[in-house]
């Protein structure tokens, strides 16, 4: 199994971060053989989308960015798991980019070039306390991933957090690592 992370946090070790880890902690022992590969989007150069249609003539993401990277593991990638706190409503800016980026893999008419069969685990954090107060935002990633035939298979929204990572709930990190344990692709 290959597994490519993205964390749209700004902050390192931060909650998104501390989500993940458990997931692919989960992840690795759950099956051995698993290959990971995190990133931290706000590390990376990556621009946003030109709309200049080079993509759509064949020549892939004319941008020689960091994406480019990112490009190839996705190809292979079998779990793509995203992860974003929830700044200003949205997501983080980085990770808008990223999503603007994928559009390289949509040629004339929507048909999608990703290989198929792949899945998704999308990890949302954000300080309100309610846990549905930024639905529409897991949900627009939902339909986004589905938009590119990725099938979102589990979605963890943590709500009520703050800076101190200490202070998320252990709940939230032991769900997060039975999601891992369980991913079977």
Request: with cysteine.
């Amino acid at each position: 199994m290959k597994v490519v992370a993205i964390s749209c946090s700004p902050r390192v070790g931060g909650n998104c971060d501390k989500i993940i880890d458990r997931i692919i902690t989960g992840i690795l022992d759950g099956h051995k053989d698993a290959v990971v590969d995190k990133y931290k989007l706000s590390t990376m150069n990556i621009n946003g989308c030109k709309a200049c249609y080079s993509c759509k003539k064949g020549e892939g993401c004319i941008q020689k960015d960091d994406m480019q990277l990112l490009y190839g593991k996705l190809n292979d990638a079998d779990l793509i798991i995203f992860a974003s706190p929830i700044y200003m409503g949205h997501i983080t800016g980085t990770g808008k980019n990223f999503m603007d980026r994928m559009f390289a893999y949509m040629k004339e008419h929507f048909e999608v070039t990703l290989p198929k069969g792949k899945k998704a685990i999308i990890v949302l954090t954000q300080g309100h306390q309610v846990e549905s107060a930024y639905r529409r935002v897991a949900d627009d990633l939902i339909n986004f991933f589905n938009s590119y035939g990725i099938e979102t298979v589990s979605q963890i929204i943590a709500a009520g957090l703050t800076l101190e990572v200490e202070d998320i709930n252990k709940n939230v990190l032991e769900h997060a690592y039975r999601v891992g344990q369980k991913m079977v692709i």
